[in-house]
C-alpha cells in the first residue's frame, strides 16, 4: 500500500514553505507534490517562536505567520496547499527512508515513494543529557525548536511572571528569550561557557553594548562556567540550578539553548555528509542525483567562504530551497547557489543583520549606544568580507549587502573605521 508522486519535500519547517511556493511559481501540477512533516500544522515562520510568540500582549499566533510571510511573499495557509493541489501529509513522521527504492516509510506504516526527493528535515535542539546533566523532561524546563516547544514555554512563562528564570547558553536562542523574559517580568540570569554572548559572530565590544543593555534591564551575566545539575521538588519540578563554579541559582523556570543538531540520520550510510550536515553541490544536489537537501541540514558550497559550510539561519534556508527547486525543474536555466551569508536578530527594541564572513581584522563604526546606529567590518588579505549593522534603515541593509557581496579592497584601516557607513554607501 502506497502513495506516489513526483516531489516529495521531508520536513515541513521554513525551507519546505518556501519550496512548495517555488514549485507552484514554476508550474508544478496537482498531485505532483507532496510534503511531509511530523508537525501537526502547515509551514511556518520559524522565527516567530522566540520573538512575537513570546510577548505578553498580543502574541503572533498562526495562522498569521505561515511561510512565507517572513520574505513579504504570500502566506501559505493549509487551504492554500489544497487549492494547489499540494498533499500536506501533516503531524506524520518519516521513520525510514530507501533511497535504491526511491520511497519513504512513514511512522503510519504507509510507503511513498519519488522521483525527486528534497530533504528538509532542519536540525533539533540538543539536549542537556548530552553534556551529562539530567532533568530536560521537568515541566519547567524548556526548549525552544518548534510550536510544541513554543507553546510549552508561554504557558511556563504565564506560570512564572515576577519569578526567576535561568537561560542556559548564550547564542540565539538564550539572547532573544532572555529579552522576551524580562518582557514578560521575570527575573534573568544567564548562565554561558565563553566569556560573553553570541561568542561565535559578535565581538567583545559588540557583547558589551547589548550585555551592558541587558544588565541595565536586571539581566545577571554568569560567564565562564556550566551548570552541572538541577534541584528538583516533590514534582519533579526545577528549582534550582547548580553551576560548576559550586554556585547554585534559584528557578522558577529555564530555558536551555546550546545548539542544534541537523536531522540526518535517516540518511547516513545512504548519502554523501561534511561537516554534519548532507553534502550537496550549487544546486543543492545530495551524492544521489534523485535527492537534494536545503535548509539547516544541507552543507553547500559558499562562495565568499571558499568552502563547504552548513548554515543556520532562515535567509539560507528560503534561498536554499529556490534554488534546488530550480535546478529540479529547470536545470538548464539554473546556475551555481551564490549565495551571500546573511544572519539577523531582534531583541527588545535592537535589530541588527550581518552579511558575509566574520573573520580577519575588525574595525568598529558608529555610537555604541542604544537607539544609535553601528557596526562593525570585518576585513580579510585586504578584502572586505563582512559587515555587522545595528539599528540601520532597509536602505541602509542593502547597501552593506551589495558592498559585502563585491569584496571591496581596503587599503586603510583607520580609514574604514573614520568613514564607517559612508565607506559602504560610497563603494
Ligand atoms: P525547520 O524549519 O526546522 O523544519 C524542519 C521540519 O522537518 C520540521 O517541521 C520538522 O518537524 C520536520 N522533520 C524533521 N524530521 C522529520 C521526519 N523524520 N519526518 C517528518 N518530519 C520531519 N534564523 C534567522 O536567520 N533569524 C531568526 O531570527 C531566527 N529565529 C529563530 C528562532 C527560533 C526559535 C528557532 C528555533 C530558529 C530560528 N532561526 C532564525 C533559524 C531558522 O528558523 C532555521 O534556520 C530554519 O527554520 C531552517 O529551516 P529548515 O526548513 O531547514 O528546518
Ligand atoms: P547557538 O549555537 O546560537 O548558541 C549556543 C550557545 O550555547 C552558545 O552560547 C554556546 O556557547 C552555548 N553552549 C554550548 N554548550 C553549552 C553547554 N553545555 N552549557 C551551556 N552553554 C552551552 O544555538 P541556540 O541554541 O542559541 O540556537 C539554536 C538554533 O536556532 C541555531 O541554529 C540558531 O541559528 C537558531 N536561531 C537563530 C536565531 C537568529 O538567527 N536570530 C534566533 C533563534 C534561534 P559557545 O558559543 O561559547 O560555544
Same mark, same amino acid.
Given at each position: 500500500?502506497?502513495?506516489?508522486?513526483?516531489?516529495?519535500?521531508?520536513?515541513?519547517?521554513?525551507?519546505?514553505?518556501?519550496?512548495?511556493?517555488?514549485?507552484?511559481?514554476?508550474?508544478?501540477?496537482?498531485?505532483?507534490?507532496?510534503?511531509i512533516?511530523?508537525?501537526?500544522?502547515?509551514?511556518?515562520?520559524?522565527?516567530?517562536?522566540?520573538?512575537?510568540?513570546?510577548?505578553?500582549?498580543?502574541?503572533?499566533?498562526?495562522?498569521?505567520?505561515?511561510?512565507?510571510?517572513?520574505?513579504?511573499?504570500?502566506?501559505?495557509?493549509?487551504?492554500?496547499?489544497?487549492?494547489?493541489?499540494?498533499?500536506?501529509?501533516?503531524?506524520?513522521?518519516?521513520?525510514?527512508?530507501?533511497?535504491?527504492?526511491?520511497?519513504?516509510?512513514?511512522?503510519?506504516?504507509?510507503?511513498?515513494?519519488?522521483?525527486?526527493?528534497?530533504?528538509?528535515?532542519?536540525?533539533?535542539?540538543?539536549?542537556?543529557e548530552?553534556?551529562?546533566?539530567?532533568?530536560?523532561?521537568?515541566?519547567?524546563?524548556?526548549?525552544?525548536?518548534?510550536?510544541?516547544?513554543a507553546n510549552?514555554?508561554?504557558?511556563?512563562?504565564?506560570?512564572?511572571?515576577?519569578?526567576?528564570?535561568?537561560?542556559?547558553?548564550?547564542?540565539?536562542?538564550?539572547?532573544?528569550?532572555?529579552?522576551?523574559?524580562?518582557?514578560?517580568?521575570?527575573?534573568?540570569?544567564?548562565?554561558?561557557?565563553?566569556?560573553?554572548?553570541?561568542?561565535?559572530?559578535?565581538?567583545?565590544?559588540?557583547?558589551?553594548?547589548?550585555?551592558?543593555?541587558?544588565?541595565?534591564?536586571?539581566?545577571?551575566?554568569?560567564? $565562564?562556567? %556550566?551548570?552541572?545539575?538541577? /534541584?528538583?521538588? #516533590?514534582?519533579?519540578?526545577?528549582? *534550582?540550578?547548580?553551576? @560548576?563554579? +559550586?554556585?547554585?541559582?534559584?528557578?522558577?523556570m529555564?530555558?536551555?539553548g546550546?545548539?542544534?543538531?541537523?536531522?540526518?540520520?535517516?540518511?547516513?550510510?545512504?548519502?554523501?555528509?561534511?561537516?554534519?550536515?548532507?553534502?550537496?553541490?550549487?544546486?543543492?544536489?545530495?551524492?544521489?542525483?534523485?535527492?537534494?537537501?536545503?535548509?539547516?541540514?544541507?552543507?553547500?558550497?559558499?562562495?565568499?567562504?571558499?568552502?563547504?559550510?552548513?548554515?543556520?539561519?532562515?535567509?539560507?534556508?528560503?534561498?536554499?530551497?529556490?534554488?534546488?527547486?530550480?535546478?529540479?525543474?529547470?536545470?538548464?536555466?539554473?546556475?551555481?547557489?551564490?549565495?551571500?551569508?546573511?544572519?539577523?536578530?531582534?531583541?527588545?527594541?535592537?535589530?541588527w543583520?550581518?552579511?558575509?564572513?566574520?573573520? $580577519?581584522? %575588525?574595525?568598529?563604526?558608529? /555610537?555604541?549606544? #542604544?537607539?544609535?546606529?553601528?557596526? *562593525?567590518?570585518?576585513? @580579510?588579505? +585586504?578584502?572586505?568580507?563582512?559587515?555587522?549593522?545595528?539599528?540601520?534603515?532597509?536602505?541602509?541593509?542593502?547597501?552593506?549587502?551589495?558592498?559585502?557581496?563585491?569584496?571591496?579592497?581596503?587599503?586603510?584601516?583607520?580609514e574604514?573605521?573614520?568613514?564607517?557607513?559612508?565607506?559602504?554607501?560610497?563603494?
Amino acid at each position: 500500500m502506497g502513495r506516489a508522486f513526483v516531489y516529495v519535500i521531508l520536513g515541513g519547517g521554513v525551507s519546505a514553505g518556501y519550496a512548495a511556493l517555488e514549485f507552484t511559481r514554476r508550474g508544478v501540477s496537482d498531485g505532483e507534490l507532496c510534503i511531509i512533516s511530523d508537525e501537526p500544522v502547515a509551514p511556518y515562520e520559524r522565527p516567530a517562536l522566540s520573538k512575537g510568540f513570546l510577548l505578553p500582549e498580543d502574541p503572533t499566533r498562526l495562522p498569521s505567520f505561515h511561510t512565507c510571510v517572513g520574505a513579504n511573499d504570500e502566506k501559505l495557509t493549509p487551504n492554500w496547499y489544497k487549492e494547489h493541489g499540494i498533499e500536506l501529509i501533516l503531524g506524520t513522521r518519516v521513520k525510514s527512508v530507501d533511497l535504491k527504492r526511491m520511497t519513504l516509510v512513514s511512522s503510519t506504516g504507509e510507503t511513498i515513494s519519488y522521483n525527486f526527493l528534497i530533504i528538509a528535515t532542519g536540525a533539533r535542539a540538543m539536549k542537556l543529557e548530552e553534556f551529562g546533566v539530567e532533568g530536560s523532561d521537568a515541566e519547567n524546563v524548556c526548549y525552544l525548536r518548534d510550536l510544541s516547544d513554543a507553546n510549552k514555554l508561554a504557558t511556563v512563562i504565564q506560570s512564572s511572571s515576577n519569578g526567576n528564570a535561568v537561560v542556559i547558553g548564550g547564542g540565539y536562542i538564550g539572547m532573544e528569550c532572555a529579552a522576551s523574559l524580562v518582557i514578560n517580568k521575570i527575573n534573568v540570569s544567564m548562565v554561558l561557557p565563553g566569556a560573553h554572548c553570541m561568542a561565535r559572530l559578535f565581538t567583545p565590544k559588540i557583547a558589551a553594548m547589548y550585555e551592558d543593555y541587558y544588565s541595565a534591564k536586571g539581566v545577571k551575566f554568569i560567564k $565562564g562556567t %556550566v551548570m552541572t545539575s538541577f /534541584e528538583f521538588d #516533590e514534582n519533579q519540578k526545577v528549582t *534550582a540550578v547548580n553551576l @560548576k563554579d +559550586g554556585s547554585q541559582l534559584p528557578a522558577d523556570m529555564v530555558v536551555v539553548g546550546i545548539g542544534i543538531r541537523p536531522n540526518i540520520s535517516l540518511f547516513e550510510g545512504q548519502l554523501a555528509m561534511e561537516k554534519g550536515g548532507i553534502k550537496v553541490n550549487s544546486k543543492m544536489q545530495s551524492s544521489d542525483s534523485t535527492v537534494y537537501a536545503i535548509g539547516d541540514v544541507a552543507t553547500f558550497p559558499v562562495k565568499l567562504y571558499g568552502e563547504m559550510r552548513r548554515l543556520e539561519h532562515v535567509d539560507s534556508a528560503r534561498k536554499s530551497a529556490r534554488h534546488a527547486v530550480s535546478a529540479i525543474m529547470e536545470p538548464e536555466n539554473t546556475g551555481e547557489f551564490d549565495y551571500l551569508p546573511c544572519f539577523y536578530s531582534r531583541f527588545f527594541a535592537f535589530s541588527w543583520q550581518f552579511y558575509g564572513d566574520h573573520v $580577519g581584522e %575588525v574595525v568598529h563604526f558608529g /555610537e555604541y549606544e #542604544e537607539g544609535k546606529v553601528f557596526g *562593525a567590518y570585518w576585513v @580579510k588579505e +585586504g578584502h572586505l568580507v563582512g559587515t555587522f549593522l545595528e539599528g540601520g534603515t532597509k536602505e541602509e541593509y542593502e547597501t552593506i549587502s551589495k558592498v559585502t557581496q563585491l569584496k571591496p579592497v581596503v587599503m586603510d584601516m583607520e580609514e574604514l573605521e573614520r568613514e564607517g557607513l559612508g565607506f559602504a554607501e560610497r563603494v
